[in-house]
Every structure is written in structure tokens, then in C-alpha cells.
């Protein structure tokens, strides 16, 4: 598993979250957050290593879906990816002007 997947299904499930089942929550959050095996998920809930293969793998694809339709993840970046340019040439070219740096501090603690 690849830091990229992992962060990229952790972005995912930070947008998508309330859209799965608690079952899929569980065992996605415990292998890609918590970074527990399958057999460590497998023996929490009295289940197989295959089937906890399979609903991380089901479940994967479904936020994969909903990203595919949403881009919800994919407008985030875009907006960070804007606010920082914003900010940096708010910071090159007034860096005295205190109201718009106000503005850029309100306009980051809205993206978090």
C-alpha cells in the first residue's frame, strides 16, 4: 500500500464518509487510518481475512464512484490550490495591507 492511496482514499473518506454503511466505515477507517491488517481487523469482528478484503475493496470503489460524480476532492484541491496563489502574491506584493491578510487568515480557516 502506497502513501498516495493511502492518502488519497483518506481524502476520500473525509468527503464521503457519511454515505457508507458502519460496517465499511469501520474496517476502511481501521485499515487506511489506523493502519491495522486484515487479519488485526479480521479477529476484531470475528470475521475472515477475505471478507474484510473484500468490503475494504467494495468500498474503495464506491467512494471512487462517488468522487467520479461529485469531485468534491477534486474542487477542494482546486480551491487550495487557488488560495495559495492568492496568498502568495498577497504576502509578495502587500504585505502591509493588514485587511487583506485578515481576509486571507478568515478565508484559510473556512477551508479547514
Known sequence: MTIEKTNQINALL????????????????????????????????????????????????????????????????QVNQQTEQIKAYVVSHYPEDTKLLQLLKQLESIEE
Request: aromatic share 18%.
Open 14 to 77: 473525509d468527503f464521503y464518509e457519511p454515505l457508507l454503511t458502519g460496517k465499511q466505515i469501520k474496517y476502511i477507517a481501521y485499515y487506511y487510518r489506523e493502519d491495522l491488517s486484515l487479519g488485526e481487523i479480521a479477529e476484531n469482528y470475528h470475521v475472515s481475512r477475505q471478507a474484510v478484503y473484500d468490503n475494504i475493496k467494495r468500498t474503495e470503489k464506491i467512494l471512487a464512484a462517488y468522487e467520479e460524480k461529485l469531485h468534491l476532492y477534486q474542487q477542494f484541491q
